[in-house]
């Protein structure tokens, strides 16, 4: 243990310099804060613009296979035509 004595003028540094410290830390705490309340905020919207995606991805792929299916049998006329000829 240190026998040193400090003066109220090093204790108000010193405590001037902690108060700075921890304000700095806490306005970082604050900033982290506030993003993860925008991002939570955000999530109901996202979910809403999921679902619409998986919707509009399920009629992409309905309508995919119906061309595939389309362009399959016009292949399979093409070719009874030309063996025809």
């Known amino acids: 243990m240190s026998s040193q004595k400090y003066t109220d003028e090093d204790l ?3 405590a001037g ?3 700075d410290q921890f304000n700095d ?3 970082v705490l604050l900033e982290v804060v506030a ?7 955000l999530l ?6 999921i679902k619409a995606l998986q919707s509009d991805v399920k009629v ?3 309508a ?3 061309t ?5 049998e016009l292949d399979k006329r093409v070719a009874h035509l030309e063996a025809a000829l």
């Open 35 to 41: 993003d993860i309340q925008q991002k939570v905020n």
């Open 17 to 19: 310099i902690k108060d």
């Open 60 to 62: 992409i792929r309905a």
């Open 25 to 27: 830390k806490l306005e």
């Open 12 to 14: 108000k540094r010193i």
């Open 64 to 66: 995919v296979t119906d």
């Open 44 to 49: 109901p919207k996202m979910e809403d613009d």
């Open 68 to 72: 595939s299916r389309e362009v399959h």
